[in-house]
C-alpha cells in the first residue's frame, strides 16, 4: 500500500501568512494527488485534483504541486474561513489512501 | 445541483450487521462511479472502497480491513449506493460518506455522512 506523509501535522498562523503543507508519498504516484479542506462537523470539499489543477469554485489562493513523491498544498494569504484541516489523497492505485491530514489553527 | 444523502447510521453492537445507503440527485446516477470513506471520531479520512458504474463493468475495490466483511452495490433504478457491513467491529465506529468520483479518480462530491456507532 501507499503511505501518504504529511507534514506538518499541526501549524498556527495569522491571516495573511503564506501557508505550505507537504505530502510525501512512499512510492511514486505520477501526479495522482488530490487535496482536501475539511471544517469542524462538515464534509471534506474537494481543493486540488491532479496535483496542481484548482477545482471549479475554489479560491486562486489555493495551488498545488510537485509529482511523483513529493507534493506541496500552498494557501498564499491565508483568509479567516481556512482555518480548517487539509488532507492529501492518492489515487495512483488501489488501495486509495490519504495523509494524516494537518490542521491550520489561528496564532 | 448534486446532492448526496446518507442514511442508515446507528448503534449496533460487536458482531452485527447493518446497510447504509446512499440516495444521489442531480446527475445521472448510473453513469457515476461511486466511493464509501470514513473517518473515525477524532481521526483522519480513511478509504473504504469505490464501485464503478456498471457499464464498465460495476467493479468493486475495498480497503483491507473491511474487505470480506463490507459489501459495496448500488441499485441505478434507485439511484442508491449501498454499504453492507457485516460482522462489525468496534473500530468500525465512524462518520462513513459516499462520494461520486470525477474524472474516474477524483472524489469531487460528498454527502453529509452518516454515524455508525458499534458498541456493546
Known amino acids: 500500500d501507499i503511505q501518504l506523509t504529511q507534514s506538518p501535522s499541526f501549524l498556527s498562523a495569522s491571516v495573511g501568512d503564506r501557508v505550505t503543507i507537504t505530502c510525501r508519498a512512499s512510492?511514486?504516484?505520477?501526479?495522482?494527488l488530490a487535496w482536501f479542506q475539511q471544517k469542524p462537523g462538515k464534509a471534506p470539499k474537494l481543493l486540488i485534483y491532479?496535483?496542481?489543477a484548482l477545482h471549479s469554485g475554489v479560491p486562486s489562493r489555493f495551488s498545488g504541486s510537485g509529482s511523483g513523491t513529493e507534493f506541496t498544498l500552498t494557501i498564499s494569504s491565508l483568509q479567516p474561513e481556512d482555518f480548517a484541516t487539509y488532507y492529501c489523497?492518492?489515487?495512483?492505485?488501489?488501495?486509495?489512501?490519504f495523509g494524516g491530514g494537518t490542521k491550520v489553527g489561528i496564532k | 445541483e448534486v446532492q448526496l444523502v446518507e442514511s442508515g447510521g446507528g448503534l449496533i453492537k460487536p458482531g452485527g450487521s447493518l446497510r447504509l445507503s446512499c440516495a444521489g440527485y442531480?446527475?445521472?446516477?448510473?453513469?457515476?462511479?461511486m466511493s464509501w470513506v470514513r473517518q473515525a471520531p477524532g481521526k483522519g479520512l480513511e478509504w473504504v472502497g469505490r464501485?464503478?458504474?456498471?457499464?464498465?463493468?460495476?467493479?468493486?475495490d475495498y480497503a483491507a480491513p473491511v474487505k470480506g466483511r463490507f459489501t459495496i452495490s448500488r441499485d441505478d433504478a434507485e439511484n442508491t449506493l449501498y454499504l453492507q457491513m457485516n460482522s462489525l467491529k468496534t473500530e468500525d465506529t465512524a462518520v462513513y460518506y459516499c462520494?461520486?468520483?470525477?474524472?474516474?479518480?477524483?472524489?469531487?462530491?460528498w454527502g453529509q455522512g452518516t454515524l455508525v456507532t458499534v458498541s456493546s
Open positions: 442531480g446527475f445521472i446516477f448510473s453513469n457515476a462511479w
Open positions: 462520494t461520486t468520483v470525477w474524472l474516474g479518480y477524483y472524489d469531487s462530491e
Open positions: 489523497q492518492q489515487l495512483n492505485s488501489y488501495p486509495l489512501t
Open positions: 464501485m464503478k458504474s456498471k457499464a464498465v463493468g460495476g467493479t468493486i
Open positions: 491532479a496535483a496542481s
Open positions: 512510492q511514486g504516484i505520477s501526479s495522482f
